[in-house]
């Protein structure tokens, strides 16, 4: 499975930017998820789904803010964030996979497929 993330860019705070990923080469992973990391920083958690829809999960610092969705047909996942903060400015990487044991969808290390990132810079 190949991950192609995009829609990363530079945007003031209050600004909104829709991140995209598509997926190709492969069978459908089980859950799909978008992962960031600030400079310094460990690779966090931001929101994850499973592919064929249901509960989505999101991190605490991104809830009522950013909203992940998916388009089965397009074979995309979608990362809408709104209300963006300069603590949000982080490469953000989307992530598939076909193990992701439920309660531990928030670590990384539960993902077997990731795109390359895409840049997301928030001015002040």
């Known amino acids: 499975v190949q991950l192609q993330a995009s829609g990363g860019g530079l945007v003031q705070a209050g600004g909104s930017l829709r991140l995209s990923c598509v997926a190709s080469?492969?069978?459908?992973?089980?859950?799909m998820a978008w992962f960031r990391q600030g400079p310094g920083n460990e690779r966090d958690f931001v929101a994850a789904?499973?592919?064929?829809?249901?509960?989505?999960y999101y991190g605490d610092s991104v809830k009522g803010r950013f909203t992940i969705s998916r388009d089965s047909g397009r074979n995309t996942v979608y990362l809408q964030m709104n209300s963006l903060k300069p603590e949000d400015t982080a490469v953000y990487y989307c992530?598939?996979?076909?193990?992701?044991?439920?309660?531990?969808?928030?670590?990384?290390?539960?993902?077997?497929?990731w795109g390359q990132g895409t840049q997301v810079t928030v001015s002040s």
């Open positions: 789904m499973r592919w064929n829809g249901g509960h989505t």
């Open positions: 080469g492969g069978s459908f992973s089980r859950y």
């Open positions: 992530a598939a996979g076909g193990g992701v044991i439920q309660s531990q969808i928030k670590t990384a290390g539960q993902y077997t497929y």
